[in-house]
């Protein structure tokens, strides 16, 4: 089974910069896609980025040109580097290990860590 551990998160000020980590161990990557997930408070989880095994990316429209995912498949270890940090970033963000599209939806398949939060003052 599959162990997520996200870190990095914290309180920023607006247009500050942050870059979380989610180390997997228990196995390897999965051959599809990781992603990133964020949940607000009172809101659904949603997703805020994925990348595939050969490093291509997708990302949310609220976070494109600003957040930059990447993933070192030595280390068993997906990045999140998140710039100009706005307020409605805030939230808990979580990792998962298997995401896919099925029938053109992106879904998160995969294990999930415990999240690590992440507040943006303004």
């Known amino acids: 089974q599959v162990q997520l551990v996200e870190s990095g998160g914290g309180l920023v000020q607006a247009g500050g910069s942050l870059k979380l980590s989610c180390a997997a161990s228990g196995t390897v990557f999965s051959p599809v896609a990781m992603g990133w997930y964020r949940q607000a408070p009172g809101k659904k989880r949603e997703l805020v980025g994925t990348?595939?095994?050969?490093?291509?990316?997708n990302y949310a429209e609220p976070v494109k040109g600003r957040f930059t995912i990447s993933r070192d498949n030595v280390t068993n270890t997906l990045h999140l580097q998140m710039n100009s940090l706005k307020p409605e970033d805030t939230g808990v963000y979580y990792c998962?290990?298997?995401?896919?599209?099925?029938?053109?939806?992106?879904?998160?398949?995969?294990?999930w860590g415990q999240g690590t939060q992440v507040t943006v003052s303004s």
């Open positions: 990348i595939t095994n050969g490093g291509i990316t």
């Open positions: 998962n290990e298997d995401v896919r599209v099925v029938a053109g939806i992106t879904l998160p398949l995969g294990s």
